[in-house]
């Protein structure tokens, strides 16, 4: 079956420094990875939509310099969350997506992050 | 874009019976509709989802209904036992052509039963 991987779990980091998290679709090619940050409400906020061999899509109010993205292959994909701040906190989930628009989207297990 | 109204935020049954979570969208042109799972502590786990094909779905006590015309679509939870007890996520994918191929995802419905 499909599986994601996502690692660390979670993560204690000081103010001002930075964390790094990998995404790895196991048992299906991900065309697409999305990473998403989910607030302590549990809304979930879209950040970034990564395809394999398209430009990084960005959403409002995050960039590339606070969140830099690689996807080099259709398993992995890691992203960094820079300077981390106090407003940083979450869970960050990445999203792999099967082929297709209508592919379905398998979440990993998360990486939470805590910023003292 | 796409917007996803989901209700209610909280929901308690009784066990045994039955729950109906409730989720609209925007955009007629979306064209798929997962519904998540996420437990304390734990990623969100895809359940069930339908496409704009179908309007009705089931499988292991859950059934989703879509109604295209309505832009709307809801999963009930038959004979709810304690392991149904979770956060609730509806979500709508972007319509295809529009070179997003994400997902918008509603709120979340809190969902527990009466003791």
């Known amino acids: 079956g499909a599986l994601v991987y996502q690692y660390p779990r979670r993560t204690i980091c000081k103010s001002g420094t930075s964390m790094r998290m990998e995404c790895q679709a196991v048992g299906f090619q991900a065309t697409s990875v999305a990473w998403y940050r989910q607030s302590p409400q549990k809304t979930f906020e879209l950040i970034a939509l990564?395809?394999?061999?398209?430009?990084?899509?960005?959403e409002q109010n995050f960039t590339q310099e606070k969140f830099p993205i690689s996807h080099p292959n259709l398993s992995f994909s890691s992203m960094t969350v820079l300077n981390a701040y106090l407003e940083d906190r979450g869970l960050y989930l990445c999203?792999?997506?099967?082929?297709?628009?209508?592919?379905?989207?398998?979440f990993g297990e998360g990486s939470k992050l805590t910023v003292l | 874009g796409e917007q996803v109204e989901q209700l209610p935020s909280i929901l308690r049954v009784q066990e045994g019976s039955s729950a109906s979570i409730n989720c609209t969208y925007e955009n007629s042109a979306s064209n798929y509709f997962p519904w998540y799972k996420q437990e304390p502590g734990e990623n969100p786990k895809l359940i069930i989802d339908i496409r704009s094909n179908m309007e009705r779905k089931q499988t292991q006590g859950l059934i989703v209904l879509l109604d295209k015309k309505a832009k709307r679509f809801s999963l009930h939870i038959t004979d709810t036992q304690p392991g149904d007890s979770a956060m609730y996520f509806c979500a709508a994918s972007s319509p295809p052509g529009t070179g997003s191929n994400r997902l918008t995802f509603g709120k979340g419905t809190k969902f527990s039963l009466i003791p």
């Open positions: 990564s395809t394999v061999n398209s430009a990084i899509k960005y």
């Open positions: 999203g792999a997506r099967a082929q297709g628009n209508t592919g379905q989207l398998y």
